[in-house]
């Protein structure tokens, strides 16, 4: 009976490290931040159209085979759109283009982001009748605007993996 005690105990610890998702430290040293994506990002530099004119995005996205997607992007804005009475309209624009016109916010909140206590927030959007959910984390520095974001199934977006990855943003010098 002793000798079946602690391999029912290696079986289960084994288990639970064979269930532990495998991350991939992402360092951008162009974007000054760091995450962790469960597998190498793709990045790509599209050119968003704004009200204040064209905006160059970097964008770093990991996308699984089931269409879930991991998401860091970095946008320069001109100083003027980033100073702090114009903050608010800024994380405004980033929910209601992550919302789009038929989607929903389910929550928000504003928040301070690291040891600079960055002004930030964070939200959780329902889109196309809730077929598709992203949650999401926008933090100002200086005049970059960082979003991590995760988009997917309800299920996938509430996942602890989902979770830690959102959390995993790190801004770096």
Do not use: C, H, W
């Not at 004119?53 to 085979?65: E, F, P, R, S, W």
């Amino acid at each position: 009976m002793r000798a079946v005690v602690p391999g029912l105990a290696f079986v289960f610890f084994a288990g639970a490290l064979a269930a532990q998702p495998k991350t991939e430290t992402y360092t951008s040293s162009d974007g000054r931040y760091v995450a962790r994506f469960p597998g190498k990002p793709k990045v790509t530099t599209p050119t968003a159209k704004s009200a204040i004119g064209d905006l160059q995005v970097t964008v770093a996205t990991y996308a699984t085979a089931d269409g879930n997607v991991f998401l860091v992007s970095f946008t320069d804005y001109p100083v003027v759109a980033t100073k702090a009475e114009n903050s608010k309209t800024l994380f405004d624009g980033v929910r209601n283009g992550l919302k789009g016109s038929n989607g929903e916010i389910v929550r928000e909140k504003e928040f301070e982001f690291g040891p600079d206590k960055l002004p930030a927030r964070e939200g959780v959007v329902n889109r196309d009748k809730g077929k598709q959910r992203i949650k999401f984390r926008a933090v100002l520095r200086d005049n970059r605007l960082y979003q991590v974001a995760v988009i997917g199934t309800a299920d996938f977006v509430s996942s602890k993996d989902a979770t830690a990855f959102v959390e995993s943003l790190e801004l770096t010098k």
